[in-house]
C-alpha cells in the first residue's frame, strides 16, 4: 500500500543503495505478525507444510509480481494504478477500496487481540482469561483503542510514524525471538510435549476437508509484502539483488512463522487452544516452566503496545491511499475532505464508523472467537480478491505494454510471469473458495449463518465501490486531484483510449507536452490541469 508520500529526486551518485540483506530486512518486518500463530497451532507439525505451501503460491509471487508493477507503473495510486492500467479505473477503483475495507475489518480482529493481551497484564491468569473472553470488555477496549488511533491519525502522518517506530520492535520482533528461544530450549529440555514428532506428521490429512479452512488464512499471515515492492528501484542490481533478498526474506518469514507456531503446540494441548488467548498463555506457561513468571505481565504489555502501534500506522495508510485515488474524482466531496494536518478526516471517519458497527458482532455471535474467526476470513476474502486482480493485471500487462519500462521483470520472460503470477492467481482463488468453509475447530453458530454472513459481505463491499464508480461525477475531481494521480498510459495523447494500449515510444518519451491541451478523463469529461509526470513520485 503505497503512502502517498512524494519523494524528491537526488542525485545519483547521492542516491542511497540497498543491499540483499537490508531488503530482505525490511520485507520480514512488513510481514510477520504474531497473532495468527494460534490458529495454526491447531495443526502442530502439519503447519510446516501449509506455510511452505502458502510462501511458494503466494509469498513468493506476490512479492516479485508487485516488483514488477511498482517499478514498471511507480506514479501514486499502488495497486489502483495497477490494475487500472491493465483493466480500466472501474476495476482499479475496486481494488484499492478492497485494501481499504479489508484493513477496516481487520481492525477489531487485531484489537481483540490486544484486548487480551491488556487483560493478561494482570497477576491472575483465571481471572485474565475470564476477562479477556467477557463480549462487553472486548467491545470497550477494541473501541477506545481504534478511535484512540483514529485521533492520532487525524493529527497526520508523521505523528503516526512516531508511534509505530518502536512499538514494532518491542511489540513484534523483540517478543517472536523470545517465544522461538523458549519453544526450542523447553523442547531440548525433554520436558513433554503436547504434539508428537515426526516427519508423517508434516503431511495433511486431505480427508478433512473442513480442516483445511483455517489453514487458507495462512495466505493472509504473509500479505503485506507488495508494501515495500517500490523499493527495488533503490536496490544494487535489481535483478539480481531483489529475488535474493525475497528468497532470504521468505525463508525468514516462513522460519519465524513455523518455529513460533510449534512453539505454543509444544506447551498448550490442541484442545486447549484458543485464538485469542493461547499466544499470552504460552509466554505465561513458558515463564512459569523456567521460573521467571514476573515476565507475563511485561510480555503481554509489549504485544499490546505492538498492536497499538500496528493499527496507528494502518489507520492512516490505507486512507491516505483511497484519498489520493478519491480526488482524482472517484469518491463524492465529501469523502475527499482534508483536515489542516493533511489526513483524509470524513475518510477515518466513516472508517470508524464502520469499525463500531462490525466490533458489535461480538455480542451477536455466540463467542468472541466466533466474531474473531468470521470477521479474519472475510479480510481473507476482501484481500484476496484484490491480489487475484493484481496477478490478472500483472499477466495482462505483459502483452499489453510489453515496451513499458521496468526496472525488474519477474524473471523468465512471459512463461516466467505466467508460472509466478499464475502460481499466485491460483493460489488465491483456492484460499478465497476454502475461506467460505466454516472450520470445524471453532464453534460459528448456525454454518448456514457463517456462510451467509461471508457471502453477503463479500457481495456488499464489492458492490459499493462499483456503484460508486457508476454514480461518479465530473464535479467530483479536484484540481489537487488532477494534480496528485498521473494518467493511464492508455488516456496519454496519441494512445488508442483503451486500458492496456500504450502509448507508441515516441508519444511516450514526448510526455509531458510542453504545452497544455485537453486530455480524456476517466469520468469523460476533459481538463488542461497538469499531471506529474511518470516517474516523479
Known amino acids: 500500500m503505497e503512502s502517498g508520500t512524494t519523494r524528491k529526486p537526488i542525485a545519483a551518485s547521492a542516491a542511497p543503495k540497498l543491499g540483499v540483506l537490508t531488503l530482505a530486512i525490511m520485507n520480514v518486518t512488513a ?14 507439525l502439519t503447519s510446516l507444510f501449509y506455510y511452505t505451501f502458502a510462501a511458494v503460491f503466494f509469498l513468493i509471487p506476490v512479492s516479485l509480481v508487485a516488483a514488477e508493477l511498482a517499478t514498471g507503473w511507480p506514479e501514486k495510486g499502488g495497486v489502483f494504478r495497477w490494475v487500472g492500467e491493465a483493466f480500466g479505473p472501474r476495476w482499479g477503483f475496486l481494488a484499492i477500496f478492497l485494501v481499504w475495507m479489508e484493513s477496516t475489518i481487520w481492525f477489531p480482529t487485531v484489537l481483540t487481540y490486544g484486548a487480551v493481551a491488556l487483560a493478561f497484564v494482570g497477576p491472575n491468569q483465571t481471572w485474565d482469561k475470564s ?19 483514529t485521533f492520532v491519525s487525524l493529527r497526520g502522518l508523521k505523528t503516526s510514524s512516531k508511534i509505530s517506530k518502536w512499538a514494532g520492535l518491542i511489540g513484534t520482533i523483540i517478543p517472536a525471538l523470545l517465544l522461538i528461544a523458549f519453544g526450542l530450549v523447553y523442547m531440548a529440555s525433554g520436558r513433554p510435549l503436547q504434539i508428537q514428532l515426526g516427519w508423517d506428521k508434516v503431511i495433511p490429512d486431505f480427508s478433512q476437508f ?15 509484502m507488495e508494501m515495500n515492492a517500490i523499493h527495488v528501484v533503490d536496490a544494487k542490481n535489481p535483478s539480481r539483488t531483489y529475488p535474493l533478498a525475497i528468497l532470504i ?62 493499527v496507528t500506522v494502518w489507520v492512516s495508510g490505507p486512507s491516505a491511499a483511497l484519498g489520493v485515488v478519491g480526488r482524482a474524482g472517484y469518491l463524492p466531496p465529501f469523502f475527499q475532505r ?4 493533511g489526513a483524509p478526516s470524513h475518510i477515518l ?19 468472541v472467537q466466533a466474531a474473531y474467526q468470521i470477521l479474519s476470513q472475510l479480510t481473507s476474502t476482501l484481500y484476496l480478491i484484490m491480489y487475484m486482480l493484481m496477478f490478472s493485471a500483472a499477466i495482462y500487462l505483459r502483452y499489453s505494454e510489453p515496451h513499458t519500462k521496468r526496472a525488474y521483470r519477474v524473471p523468465g520472460g512471459e512463461v516466467g510471469m505466467w508460472i509466478i503470477g499464475g502460481a499466485g492467481l491460483i493460489g488465491a482463488l483456492v484460499a478465497f473458495v476454502l475461506s467460505f468453509i466454516p472450520p470445524s475447530q471453532i464453534k460459528v453458530g448456525s454454518p448456514m449463518t457463517y456462510v451467509l454472513i461471508l457471502i453477503g459481505g463479500n457481495v456488499l463491499f464489492v458492490a459499493i465501490p462499483l456503484i460508486l464508480y457508476a454514480r461518479r461525477k465530473a464535479s467530483w475531481r479536484s484540481a489537487a486531484g488532477a494534480r496528485d ?3 493511464f498510459n492508455w488516456e496519454k495523447p496519441g494512445a488508442s483510449g483503451h486500458p492496456g494500449a500504450a502509448p507508441t515510444q515516441d508519444e511516450e518519451e514526448a510526455w509531458p507536452p510542453t504545452t497544455p491541451h485537453d486530455r480524456r478523463q476517466p469520468d469523460g469529461h476533459t481538463d488542461d490541469t497538469r499531471h506529474h509526470p511518470r516517474g516523479d513520485h
Open 210 to 224: 473442513g480442516n483445511l479452512v483455517l489453514a487458507a488464512s495462512i495466505f493472509l499471515f504473509y500479505a503485506g
Open 249 to 310: 526474506a521468505s525463508v525468514t518469514t516462513v522460519v519465524l512463522f513455523v518455529l513460533g507456531t510449534l512453539a505454543i503446540s509444544f506447551i498448550i494441548p490442541k484442545t486447549q487452544i484458543n485464538l485469542t488467548q493461547s499466544l499470552l498463555v504460552s509466554y505465561r506457561d513458558f515463564f512459569k516452566a523456567f521460573g521467571m513468571a514476573w515476565l507475563s505481565p511485561v510480555i503481554a504489555a509489549a504485544l499490546f503496545l505492538g498492536v497499538l502501534g500496528s
Open 131 to 149: 476477562l479477556s473472553s467477557n463480549k462487553f470488555y472486548t467491545i470497550l477496549i477494541v473501541l477506545g483503542l481504534y478511535w484512540a488511533a
Open 485 to 487: 494521480l498521473a494518467p
Open 338 to 341: 482534508m483536515n489542516r494536518h
Open 349 to 367: 471517519i466513516v472508517q470508524g464508523l464502520v469499525v463500531t458497527f462490525l466490533s458489535l458482532m461480538f455480542v451477536i455471535l455466540p463467542s
Open 31 to 44: 510481514v510477520v505478525s504474531l497473532r495468527g500463530l494460534p490458529a495454526e497451532a491447531e495443526y502442530g
